[in-house]
């Protein structure tokens, strides 16, 4: 059993396309992550959400939106995409919204702009 | 402000040998600090946090970690590395209000 998912695992586009990344966690935790890792492995919080609500909006583009039509699912929309968005995308939950606790991840979304 | 930093970039081990991953932060009240571990194409696995009370935690696949308030380090350390070891390693600090930093990363290679 798959702890958190996301799909797809990879995505190949060109720019100016819209294309939505999906995470689903049978964890039963209250909150989901949105995470951003660039070619040099750094990884940056980009959302977060507990019971659907959005708890941490990180300064990223408009074109980045997040939805949670369920507490285990975390959903990101990228509109008008550019070359810069090409990244690895993780998607992770933990229990409660706290930094003392531990976060699951998935195995990520690579996504590469043409 | 928090932070992590993690020094070494990369760090190359003889398969046997024992390892040292060093992760420094800055945070002004008792840190929540934990160790991640990236296989290529893989998430993060958490291999151990530290809390509170005892200074040295142990984690998964004989991994260890230290707590030292007064050098505000959360070094990393295996006795005796096997290949399957080879891997990016983060070491993070969760702070209040659900906050998340990463360090940079170290990226760990075995040599046979």
């Known amino acids: 059993d798959t702890a958190v998912s996301q799909t797809p695992k990879y995505l190949v586009t060109q720019m100016g396309n819209d294309k939505s990344i999906k995470c689903e966690q049978n964890?039963?935790?209250?909150?989901m992550y949105w995470y951003k890792q660039d070619s040099k492995k750094f990884l940056k919080i980009m959302f977060s959400?507990?019971?659907?609500?959005?708890?941490i909006n990180e300064t990223v583009p408009n074109r980045f939106s997040p939805k949670s039509p369920d507490k285990a699912h975390l959903n990101l929309h990228i509109n008008s995409l550019e070359l810069g968005d090409s990244a690895v995308y993780f998607c992770?939950?933990?229990?409660?919204?706290?930094?003392?606790?531990?976060?699951?991840f998935g195995d990520g979304t690579r996504l590469s702009i043409l | 402000a928090q932070s992590v930093t993690q020094p070494d970039i990369h760090i190359t081990v003889s398969e046997g040998a024992s390892l040292e991953l060093r992760c420094n932060y800055s945070?002004?009240?008792?840190?929540?600090l934990f160790w991640y571990v990236q296989s290529p194409g893989q998430g993060l696995q958490l291999l151990l946090k530290?809390?509170?009370?005892?200074?040295l935690v142990q984690g998964i696949k004989g991994f260890e970690a230290e707590f030292k308030r007064s050098q505000s380090s959360f070094n990393l350390r295996k006795p005796s590395v096997h290949w399957s070891d080879a891997a990016e390693y983060f070491c993070?600090?969760?702070?209040?209000?659900?906050?998340?930093?990463f360090g940079t990363g170290t990226s760990l290679t075995v040599i046979p």
């Open positions: 992770a939950s933990s229990q409660v919204p706290q930094g003392g606790e531990p976060q699951h």
């Open positions: 964890l039963g935790h209250d909150t």
């Open positions: 959400y507990n019971n659907k609500e959005l708890i």
């Open positions: 945070y002004g009240a008792t840190p929540y």
């Open positions: 530290y809390f509170s009370g005892d200074t």
């Open positions: 993070a600090v969760g702070a209040a209000g659900n906050q998340f930093y």
